[in-house]
């Protein structure tokens, strides 16, 4: 829940286990402790969505019986697969930009042993009305980063496991065009269109494509979005890689996004979501702001990951057991 600065401080001097999320201006006057942290004013709150440098969203990781953390770059973040607890959860936050996002975006779904241990976190953010610069923290070190990942490993008690899943409002039209890239890459000129050779910016503008629609291919019965973030000239540029040999099609029109978001969470059936965090599209293309999307309520972030990278999604994770 949204914290003030004094709030959160008495926490983690009180010993407490914490994840956080606030503007950086607020993030860099915490102590050290026993937290992780990201760069974000923009949150889903328990009174709805809200943007604030005031005050920080804190989740006390209470159920916890031990923790580490640690710090990992583009060369050796799948190093994470190692040195998870048994039993466990990982936890982690990647700048928005840096190259260790990219690495993970292009290559985790190609890691295998991802799927082994429960992986969730987020890309950490900034006030997008200015030019800062996305930052994670590690408190225990009381050290923040631009270009690393910073993860909480989290060991669960004997009996309790941790289950990640992430929430998604699109889905597409079967009678769509087929689309599909040569390559896996985050910015692409050519694709083929039902076996077509064509330019892939050419045909959004020639088709008139709504692009706060994000791609959605079907993997294994689940829909994984890949949102676009410019159309230029001559290609175009995506929030998270596109994948060859992968049919994608574009997203059904959602008109109300929170009415979606409702449907959805009673569908999912989650109860008490420790962590949740929600993509930064889903807020400003759904009008999110001053709107409820309960019980899911944390940072508004630029991108999720339920073991890779995610966009225009809501990922959580809660205890069982």
């Known amino acids: 829940m949204l914290k003030t600065l004094e709030e959160t401080i008495s926490l983690i001097e009180e010993g407490r286990i914490l994840h956080i999320a606030a503007d950086e201006s607020l993030l860099e006057k915490l102590p050290k402790g026993k937290w992780i942290g990201g760069t974000t004013p923009y949150f889903m709150s328990e009174d709805g969505g809200i943007f604030t440098k005031e005050k920080l969203f804190v989740n006390e990781i209470d159920m916890a019986e031990e923790i580490r953390t640690a710090v990992y770059g583009k060369y050796n973040i799948f190093q994470i ?26 290559e985790a779904p190609d890691v295998e042993e991802l799927l082994m241990h429960p992986v969730a976190g987020w890309i950490s953010g900034f006030d997008l009305d200015t030019e800062s610069v996305a930052k994670a923290y590690d408190g225990l070190t009381g050290q923040s980063y631009t270009d690393k990942a910073v993860v909480m490993y989290i060991r669960l008690p004997e009996g309790k496991s941790a289950m990640v899943n992430m929430i998604n409002i ?152």
Do not use: W
């Open 170 to 321: 699109f889905t597409d039209d079967k009678t769509d065009p087929v689309i599909r890239f040569l390559d896996n890459d985050l910015s692409v000129t050519k694709c083929t269109v039902n076996g077509q050779e064509v330019n892939f910016a050419e045909y959004i503008k020639k088709k008139n494509i709504d692009t706060r629609m994000p791609l959605v291919a079907d993997h294994n019965g689940s829909y994984i979005n890949t949102s676009i973030k410019e159309v230029l000239e001559e290609k175009v540029d995506f929030y998270a890689p596109v994948f060859k040999n992968i049919d994608y099609r574009f997203a059904v029109n959602v008109k109300d996004y929170a009415e979606e978001f409702s449907r959805r969470i009673g569908e999912a059936g989650a109860k008490n979501p420790v962590v949740s965090c929600n993509c930064i599209l889903n807020y400003q293309f759904g009008d999110l702001n001053g709107k409820k999307i309960p019980p899911y309520v944390g940072p508004v972030t630029f991108g999720e990951v339920a073991y890779q990278l995610l966009n225009q999604t809501l990922v959580y994770f809660e205890i069982l057991g």
């Open 81 to 106: 697969v190692e040195e998870c607890y048994d039993n466990g959860l990982t936890l982690m936050i990647i700048p928005y930009g840096s190259e260790v996002a990219v690495k993970y975006a292009k």
